[in-house]
């Protein structure tokens, strides 16, 4: 098959430059997904949530940042750690807090779960529990932006282990041969579930799996969400214009285990408290106040507003009904 160019058609394809009101709708965003996930972890306990959940606290700036630069057309797949993405995307906290619950106001009308959390309407293309599993998918997302002609992209977010898999190298390899507009983001936070990446990987910056496929490729301060913006709207940019896919490795860290069963007792206590000396919210919060676009105050307030915003919306979702199994119709949900 013949490598395809896409055909830029909209002279607005270009991504702005962050105004000082997209800084602050960024940290409200880092916000947001913070205490949405801090407000998981305590209806977890509760017992509101069944089976497991993967939290993404410390690596919101990936979300919030990548998230800023797409358009409502592009298609997104990312992992079972993916409720940040989902929120970046404009998800309803109060749908995605029922799907959790498996009630029936749920996104995926309370049968997809923490693992299974989208929206196809928001060009939620699939939370995908296997390893690397949504990357073959996202490449034929971005066969299907290429066709379309309209400049739209395809987005895969994976971490770190995901590079060591068989699909992670045919996608890259078949989407770099089409040209295809294909934004391949690895959240690398050094550990696939319980193992550190240098017990299953001979290097850590995995940029250098991107060579050996010619692919234009970049490594960001995942911690830094200005930082991980930029490096997404030119990746954005380039796709749209039909320069083909881009590797994006966001070096990041998650503050707490694989899962909620996971205490994370195997990662060396020096390296956590360096890591969590990095909070991304934390560097935003001052960065921002340097610049004067805010106070301590300002920010205490808008945390306390976030973590009230989605205690309702959890307690909202705790009330709705549970799914009645002899009438739910399986043709008519919306999740991938």
Known sequence: MKARTAKPTKADAKVKPLTDKDRLELFRMMVRIREFEEEVQRSYLEGLVHGTTH????????AAGTGFVFRPDDYIGYTYRGHGHCLARGMDEEGAFAEL????????????????????????????????????VSVGAGVT???????????????????NIGAFHESMNIAQVWKLPVLFICENNLYGEFTRINHSTPFEDLIKRARGYDMNAVQVDGNDVEKVYEATAEAANRARAGGGPTFIECMTYRHRGHSRTDP????????VETWLARDPLKLYEMALIKRKLLTKEKADALILEERARQRAASERAAAAPWPDAATIDFQTLTFA
Not at 117 to 125: A, E, F, S, V, Y
């Open 145 to 163: 932006a290429q066709l379309n002609g309209r400049g739209q992209l395809s987005a895969t977010f994976f971490g770190d282990g995901a590079t």
């Open 264 to 271: 994370a007792k195997y990662r060396d206590p020096k390296e």
């Open 55 to 62: 939290l993404c606290q410390g690596q919101e700036a990936v």
């Open 101 to 136: 619950f498996g009630r029936t106001t749920g996104v995926c009308g309370g049968v997809g779960g923490s693992m299974h959390l989208t929206d196809i309407d928001k060009g939620l293309i699939g939370a995908f529990g296997i390893v690397g599993g949504g990357l073959p």
